[in-house]
């Protein structure tokens, strides 16, 4: 496990112009919820919040069926030289 000195030490060392950057990959991380916390499943949801699940399933079931999704050919592209 990386302690809080070692990370210190690594933002020590990257440069100035990448430290924007950085600040706001570490506030993501402020404010993101625990992904250890644990999330609702169906039968924990409201009343209210699970009949509009319910409508939006309902509304949005088979609704590409008449245009479905295609994955077309991949396609041929120039090869380029590899990044140094």
């Known amino acids: ?3 809080r000195e070692r990370l210190k030490q690594e933002i020590d060392r990257v440069q100035d112009s990448y430290l924007d950057v950085l600040f706001h990959i570490v506030q993501t ?12 499943s169906l039968t924990q949801l409201s009343d209210n ?3 509009e699940w319910y409508a939006f399933v309902e509304t949005t079931y088979g ?3 008449s245009d ?4 077309e050919e ?3 592209y120039e090869s380029r030289e ?3």
């Not at 991380?29 to 609702?40: G, L, N, Q, V």
Request: positive net charge; glycine residues 4%; without cysteine.
């Open 1 to 3: 496990m990386i302690t």
């Open 49 to 51: 919040s699970l009949s």
């Open 63 to 65: 609704s590409l069926a």
């Open 82 to 84: 590899a990044i140094k």
């Open 29 to 40: 991380f402020e404010y993101a919820p625990s992904p250890y916390a644990a999330r609702p």
């Open 74 to 76: 991949q396609g041929v």
């Open 68 to 71: 479905p999704i295609v994955r």
